[in-house]
Each structure stands twice: as structure tokens, then as C-alpha cells.
């Protein structure tokens, strides 16, 4: 097993790779789901998975998928239903095999195409707003699709902020879909 420190920084920069490459987490930072300190969260939660991994012996996707489900849920009030999980935790069990097996050529590799990838950022559209404000359910819906580069130079203004919910209401959650 590879024990070095160098290589295990190496596994954090995977993990980081993966994360900050999935765009639901894209997502919920960029738009203020975890509070004015969603990008620390974000760089917590890379602290956090490596470690996870480190911690626990011979981890199942299933475990694994819990643990970040659970993690977005409390860091970023958001659930995670886009079928993207599996897939992020699959990434992150072949880069923590790569790490253990010192495959570390091959693990900078995926490192390198997952930094490609962070670069094509999520494009999220919003749901058409119902007349039945007064329905009492707090969760929001929104659809996310992976942007192609832009040709235009202007972006269009950002969605306006959702209106204060009142002080004595629990906190919702976002639930992103993905795209039919």
C-alpha cells in the first residue's frame, strides 16, 4: 500500500478533483446553499471524504454514497437525486484502489481529467414558479444540465433571490434532478 505522504496528498487532490467537479456541489455552492461559507464547506468536505476513506476498510458504494448524501444534506441542505451519486462515488472508490494498489501515474491521469471536466461548470435552470404560493411544502426543485463553452460574451442576469421564508419555519431542502 502506498503510505507516503506525498501520495497521499495525492489522493486528497483526487478526491478534490472528484468533488469539485460534480455538479451538484457546483451547484449548491454558487448558489448560496450552505450559507456565506459554502466554498469552505466544499474544501471541508475533501478533508473530510479523504479521511473517510483513510479511516475505513474496504468501503462500499453504498456506504460510501450515504456518507456524502448525508454530508450534502447537513452542509447544504440539499438531496441529491440526479443518479450523479453513484457515479461520484465510483469515481472516488477507483481513485482510493489507484492510491492503494501505487497506481499513481494512473491516478494523476484521472486527476487530469477530472480538472478538465471542473472546468465545464453546471448550468442550472429554475422550475416555473406556481400561482399557489400558500401550499405550505418548501421544497424546491431544480433541473441541472452540463453547459457547452459560451459564445457569447454576455451572460444573462442571475434569478432573483427566493423570497425570506419566515423565522418560525424549518429549513427546506433543494432537490436536484437531472434533466429529462
Known sequence: MAASAASRELFTEAVRAVLHSWPVLQIAVDNGFGGVFGQQKADWMVDVVQQY??????????????FLADLMDQEFDTV???A???????????????WQQGALQQLKHT????AQKKSQRAKVTAPPTHSDEGSGDETQVME?????PSVSSIDPPPPPPPPPRPRDE?????????KK
Open 53 to 66: 476513506f483513510h479511516d475505513n476498510a474496504d468501503l462500499q458504494r453504498g456506504e460510501v454514497e450515504d
Open 80 to 82: 441529491v437525486d440526479d
Open 84 to 98: 450523479s451519486l453513484p457515479q461520484v462515488c465510483d469515481s472516488l472508490i477507483q481513485a482510493f484502489l489507484q
Open 111 to 114: 486527476i487530469d481529467t477530472l
Open 144 to 148: 441541472c444540465e452540463p453547459s457547452s
Open 170 to 178: 424549518e429549513p427546506g431542502w433543494t432537490v436536484v434532478r437531472k
